[in-house]
């Protein structure tokens, strides 16, 4: 018999992974936001107390990907108070309705309003990576083991320029345009999304107050430079008795310091003064400044001037010489692009490429390559956007290559003719980046199926340019097997035009120069040139162009004639000990073989040439 003690462990254990299991998963209730996305697992938490559980999702109707904010209800049961559950459900509620009223680059965007039960709401955002709380280190309210993408996580500076300068703007719109004030800037109402770019959330207290920003959280691990050890929820509990004075404190607090100073406040209901505060404020300070960049320093001290109108507004902020950096400038760009006109579009991609090499990798691959993979979509911009994203396969790891590039690149040849014809003319601008593989089993096979399927001479040129400039990477065989029958086919219908015979003709010339393309005497006289010779007879060629067709219809003649002649010398040796010939000489001589004389009369007369080559 087994004894318990030896039941109990597995039993153990299961429990624990059911109870992990089960964290990370909806509550039971069904909220009715589960009609619009596919809800997966929990990957953090955002808001005051951190009491909005995020969700990875996928919307039903499109497949796009999306963040389901879920807030439990019952957590605000433990604030053992009468009707307590209502209003911080109302203050949430209200944070909601609000953000969606708002619409703003650098303010979260809901994809879905608000949704609600007896025991939740629900609410849907673009897709988020975590909050800027869990990213400092508060992973309150995240299911265990915490994700190492979100435990290890580190900020670049670039990035804390960048998302510093995204509140900032966010905070101007929301006091110029709105004229309201956030009150609750924090890690904790700052969201990352997918790209790593930083989104203003949490306007559970916009009120019509005074102006003020800070940031120094930022640079002391995620806590505000004024701390008290009691949580918010003694701040909610006595929010009654403090409701009168709340407002005149406020309005002397610089923005993002309110919740901190309200947390001392409701410690003691004496209140302590004003100036008192500030003082203390000034000492933390100090001690953070050297942690703060230097040309952040001055304007954070003005912010937390005990005079408001000492301190800087918003956009006034977001113009000091910190945030002047052209890699910032195009990163705000990016996020603004879709409201751009393709003229102003191609005009940020021709100038991209300069700043990249000053973008770190990781903001490249997580805030420019999503750009670039979207764009590459468009035929009038793929020749711009390309030059950047053949910068992205130059400093890809093979990893980074493989996975995440090397699949949009393939997406290109599947697009739209249009755009499939975009990605073929500028295939030399990637060909050194690509593998030969990828050349001779998915770009040739795309171009040959582009050619055929299209009825616009222009996109039939372009393909067999590409094919041009593909031969190097091409081994003898590829082109024996893929390339030649392609071109032979080709040239078999007859009506075809100078504009699609003439890079043919250029093709032929390139597979001359080199003996490993296996353009043989005998596949040129007996494959090449009887497609080729008729069109020396169209009237549609152009001087130019028969000139150049006559020119290469020479140089294989003189192929011919030179390699026919040494092998029939060969032939005609006699055989050690005899005086016959090693091989019975051929029926016809040289002297029977087309000329060059010949081929002169062909360029003075076609006809008489054709008839005169018949005899």
């Keep these: 018999?087994?004894?318990?003690?030896?039941?109990?462990?597995?039993?153990?254990?299961?429990?624990?992974?059911?109870?992990?299991?089960?964290?990370?998963?909806?509550?039971?209730?069904?909220?009715?936001?589960?009609?619009?996305?596919?809800?997966?697992?929990?990957?953090?938490?955002?808001?005051?107390?951190?009491?909005?559980?995020?969700?990875?999702?996928?919307?039903?109707?499109?497949?796009?990907?999306?963040?389901?904010?879920?807030?439990?209800?019952?957590?605000?049961?433990?604030?053992?108070?009468?009707?307590?559950?209502?209003?911080?459900?109302?203050?949430?509620?209200?944070?909601?309705?609000?953000?969606?009223?708002?619409?703003?680059?650098?303010?979260?965007?809901?994809?879905?309003?608000?949704?609600?039960?007896?025991?939740?709401?629900?609410?849907?955002?673009?897709?988020?990576?975590?909050?800027?709380?869990?990213?400092?280190g508060n992973h309150d309210k995240i299911p265990h083991p915490v994700a190492s993408h979100i435990k290890d996580y580190e900020f670049l500076d670039m990035e804390l320029k960048y998302g510093i300068l995204q509140v900032t703007e966010a905070l101007s719109y929301i006091h110029g345009t709105e004229q309201m004030i956030h009150g609750n800037v924090s890690p904790q109402s700052i969201i990352v999304n997918t790209k790593g770019t930083w989104k203003l959330a949490g306007m559970e207290f916009v009120?019509?107050?005074?102006?003020?920003?800070?940031?120094?959280?930022?640079?002391?691990?995620?806590?505000?430079?004024?701390?008290?050890?009691?949580?918010?929820?003694?701040?909610?509990?006595?929010?009654d008795e403090l409701h009168a004075s709340i407002p005149q404190i406020a309005n002397r607090m610089p923005l993002g310091l309110q919740e901190s100073v309200l947390k001392m406040l409701s410690t003691d209901v004496r209140y302590r003064p004003t100036s008192?505060?500030?003082?203390?404020?000034?000492?933390?300070?100090?001690?953070a400044l050297g942690q703060i960049p230097a040309e952040l320093q001055e304007p954070v001290q003005k912010m937390l001037q005990l005079e408001v109108r000492h301190r800087p507004t918003a956009q006034l902020f977001s113009l000091i010489k910190y945030f002047s950096d052209p890699v910032v400038a195009a990163l705000q760009y990016i996020d603004v692009l879709e409201q751009k006109d393709l003229s102003q579009k191609q005009q940020f991609f021709s100038t991209l490429p300069h700043h990249l090499p000053s973008i770190p990798k990781k903001m490249l691959?997580?805030?420019?390559?999503?750009?670039?993979?979207?764009?590459l979509r468009e035929y009038d911009l793929t020749a711009h956007v390309l030059k950047s994203f053949i910068y992205l396969l130059e400093v890809a790891e093979d990893e980074e290559y493989q996975s995440k590039l090397l699949p949009t690149l393939y997406c290109v040849f599947v697009l739209p003719k249009s755009t499939q014809d975009a990605g073929l003319r500028n295939v030399q601008l990637m060909q050194h980046c690509l593998g030969d593989e990828v050349i001779k089993k998915k770009i040739l096979p795309k171009a040959k199926i582009v050619f055929h399927k299209t009825s616009s001479i222009k996109i039939q040129m372009n393909c067999l340019e590409c094919i041009d400039r593909l031969l190097?990477?091409?081994?003898?065989?590829?082109?024996?097997?893929?390339?030649?029958?392609?071109?032979?086919?080709?040239?078999?219908?007859?009506?075809?035009?100078?504009?699609?015979?003439?890079?043919?003709?250029?093709?032929?010339?390139?597979?001359?120069?080199?003996?490993?393309?296996?353009?043989?005497?005998?596949l040129l006289a007996s494959k090449v040139m009887p497609t080729l010779l008729p069109y020396t007879i169209n009237p549609s060629l152009r001087v130019e162009e028969f000139s150049a067709l006559i020119e290469v219809l020479k140089d294989m003649l003189d192929i011919i004639d030179r390699n026919q002649k040494n092998k029939l010398s060969i032939e005609s040796l006699p055989v050690p000990g005899s005086d016959k010939p090693y091989i019975m000489r051929h029926r016809h001589s040289m002297t029977d073989a087309p000329s060059l004389e010949m081929l002169n009369c062909v360029a003075e007369g076609a006809g008489e040439s054709l008839k005169y080559y018949s005899i």
Aim: net charge neutral.
């Design 1 to 136: 018999m087994t004894s318990p003690k030896t039941i109990s462990k597995p039993a153990s254990r299961k429990s624990e992974v059911l109870s992990m299991i089960k964290q990370t998963l909806l509550p039971d209730d069904k909220n009715p936001i589960v009609q619009y996305f596919d809800i997966s697992r929990q990957v953090a938490s955002a808001g005051p107390e951190l009491v909005w559980k995020i969700y990875d999702a996928h919307r039903k109707t499109d497949k796009q990907e999306a963040s389901v904010f879920v807030f439990e209800k019952r957590i605000a049961d433990k604030l053992h108070k009468p009707k307590r559950r209502e209003t911080v459900t109302e203050v949430l509620r209200r944070g909601v309705r609000q953000l969606e009223r708002m619409k703003h680059p650098k303010i979260l965007q809901l994809i879905h309003g608000v949704e609600e039960t007896n025991d939740t709401l629900a609410f849907a955002t673009e897709p988020v990576l975590a909050s800027l709380a869990n990213l400092t």
């Design 365 to 375: 691959h997580q805030h420019v390559f999503p750009c670039i993979q979207s764009e």
């Design 276 to 287: 008192l505060l500030f003082s203390l404020l000034e000492d933390t300070l100090q001690e």
């Design 472 to 522: 190097d990477n091409l081994d003898k065989m590829t082109i024996l097997d893929e390339v030649l029958p392609f071109l032979l086919d080709i040239q078999s219908h007859r009506g075809n035009p100078p504009e699609v015979i003439m890079p043919i003709v250029d093709i032929y010339r390139h597979m001359m120069c080199d003996k490993r393309f296996g353009m043989t005497h005998s």
């Design 207 to 239: 009120q019509k107050l005074q102006e003020g920003m800070v940031i120094c959280s930022l640079y002391n691990n995620g806590r505000s430079l004024i701390e008290s050890n009691h949580s918010s929820i003694m701040y909610l509990k006595k929010l």
